[in-house]
């Protein structure tokens, strides 16, 4: 049973581009704590959910209020990682420090820097400039910015692009640290259909209309797989190794 | 060498040129950043349609700069903006309507067209006072507000909906940094020309960045660079006799190949 507020209450959502429908009638709710993962096809408009919910992009019509609030007015209760961060510029004149540090513009949580570097294992990269780090380390640096600020909600759009296997195994055991240690509430957009099911507690898979699923465990079967990205699908069973 | 700095003329093209060298640079290091080279020389064409405006108006050419430069820097973001224009598209645009509109200008002014081309290619050496005055001035704010919120266009520059959705405003600081690159642009062009304040935002810059060293290390090179410029291009221009504002460009020009060279 919930009883708070909820963060983000999504009623009617639809957005359209010319004529081209992204999202049609989309409702849910988030609550303080959720792990959410979203999934679904190119193109089946998980992006634009996530743009539209960070106030990034206007709604065609329907609501989406934030912490009760309808107009999003941006705050640092949000952190925020995008597809592109592990993708970054090579030739970016910025060390890792100078990125994190730009989670904590003009606030008074500068103290936060070298804890939540230290937090995200990139204290001892603080000084190496960003474009010379490999994806996985890069992404630990696009987080520490995002957590910088102490969000309440994290949210990440693919966030694994450009990351190698074993990086996206501590990376998931970092969410998980970070949605059950600290209550961060957590979404995110992911295609690793078999790592994720075990951790999060709420599934949304978007394909124009969203199926909200709040016991992933029993949804995320061949069948399942298969009628949302529309291709014949096998699972693979992964081992969790500890790090 | 230095009996040169006898003549009052050149002290003040010496003061000029290191103040836009300071403004240049440090707004450059943002403006290459941004992906947004062109807009110094899309402001330069259109801070010359109000100087050719100006001289048939005759009113103050300066001020007539830097009001078109200013109208043009807030079309752009505004198409940019507004529109979704890509940055290089909308200079572009911008780019082409300025140039086409001082030659409709020109073609009909006749007897000023001399006046005209003197902008083209600016004169360092025949600064006044009053011309070090009005840009020691303007420029101290416009360089006060750069390094003001240096971190938010940093930000900008890294990500710009990232910053967006971190709580930086980032429409009202777009238009605040497009308005201190006219009027950035717009006071030096009678000294350094319309066709070469460009090279003298973006190229310091540029080498800069070669150097892959952190952002604030970056605007450091990159004023170095532009310093050492003005200083070279100067020097050599007064010894053989060389258009100065050219010079400075070839100097700075220079610099660059020796930074893609060293950080190859």
Not at chain 2, 75 to 98: H, K, P, T, W
Not at chain 2, 123 to 131: H, P
Request: charged share 15%; hydrophobic share 50%; with cysteine.
């Amino acid at each position: 049973m919930k009883f708070d507020l909820p963060i983000f209450d999504v009623k009617n959502l639809s957005f359209k581009v010319g004529d081209q429908q992204i999202l049609t009638s989309v409702n849910f709710e988030i609550f303080k704590r959720d792990y959410i993962a979203i999934i679904g096809p190119n193109g089946g408009g998980k992006t634009t959910l996530i743009r539209l919910l960070l106030g990034l992009e206007k709604p065609s019509s329907g609501e989406i209020k934030v912490y009760g609030k309808k107009i999003f007015t941006s705050h640092h209760k949000i952190g925020f990682v995008p597809q592109r961060a592990s993708l970054v510029d090579l030739n970016f004149p910025a060390t890792s420090q100078d990125i994190v540090k730009l989670g904590v513009l003009r606030s008074k949580k500068a103290q936060n820097i070298e804890s939540v570097m230290q937090k995200m294992g990139v204290w001892h990269l603080r000084d190496k400039m960003i474009g010379t780090l490999s994806g996985g380390q890069r992404q630990r640096v696009m987080i520490a910015r995002a957590l910088a600020s102490d969000p309440e909600v994290l949210i990440l759009d693919e966030p694994n692009t450009g990351v190698d296997v074993a990086s996206q195994q501590r990376f998931y055991a970092l969410l998980r640290e970070l949605n059950q240690n600290e209550g961060i509430t957590i979404l995110f957009i992911t295609h690793d259909t078999g790592v994720i099911a075990d951790d999060i507690n709420r599934l949304f898979s978007i394909n124009q209309k969203a199926t909200i699923c709040n016991n992933p465990k029993q949804v995320l079967s061949c069948e399942d797989i298969s009628e949302i990205y529309g291709i014949e699908a096998h699972m693979l069973h992964h081992h969790r190794h500890a790090h | 060498m230095f009996e040169m700095f006898e003549y009052d003329f050149i002290v003040r093209a010496f003061l000029a040129g290191l103040i836009i060298a300071t403004l240049a640079s440090v707004s450059g290091t943002f403006v290459v950043l941004r992906r947004y080279s062109m807009i110094s020389e899309t402001l330069a064409h259109s801070a010359l349609v109000g100087v050719a405006v100006a001289l048939v108006a005759e009113f103050s050419p300066l001020w007539f700069a830097v009001l078109f430069a200013l109208f043009s820097a807030w079309i752009i973001e505004y198409l940019r903006s507004r529109f979704f224009l890509y940055s290089d598209a909308a200079l572009s645009v911008l780019l082409s309507a300025s140039l086409a509109l001082a030659i409709v200008i020109v073609s009909l002014g006749g007897s000023f067209n001399n006046s005209l081309f003197s902008y083209l290619f600016g004169s360092i050496l025949s600064v006044s006072r009053v011309d070090l005055y009005t840009i020691a001035i303007f420029g101290s704010v416009a360089l006060a507000l750069l390094l003001y919120y240096k971190d938010e266009f940093f930000f900008m520059a890294y990500d710009e909906e990232v910053a967006r959705v971190s709580g930086v405003d980032t429409l009202r600081l777009n238009f605040l940094l497009v308005s201190i690159i006219a009027i950035i642009v717009a006071l030096s062009i009678t000294i350094i020309g319309t066709l070469l304040i460009g090279a003298l935002v973006t190229i310091p810059a540029i080498s800069a960045l070669q150097f892959r060293v952190s952002f604030n290390r970056t605007l450091l090179l990159s004023l170095s660079f532009a310093l050492a410029s003005v200083v070279g291009g100067l020097f050599i221009s007064y010894a053989y006799s060389l258009p100065s504002g050219a010079t400075i460009v070839l100097c700075s020009i220079a610099i660059f190949i020796l930074s893609l060279v060293k950080n190859r």
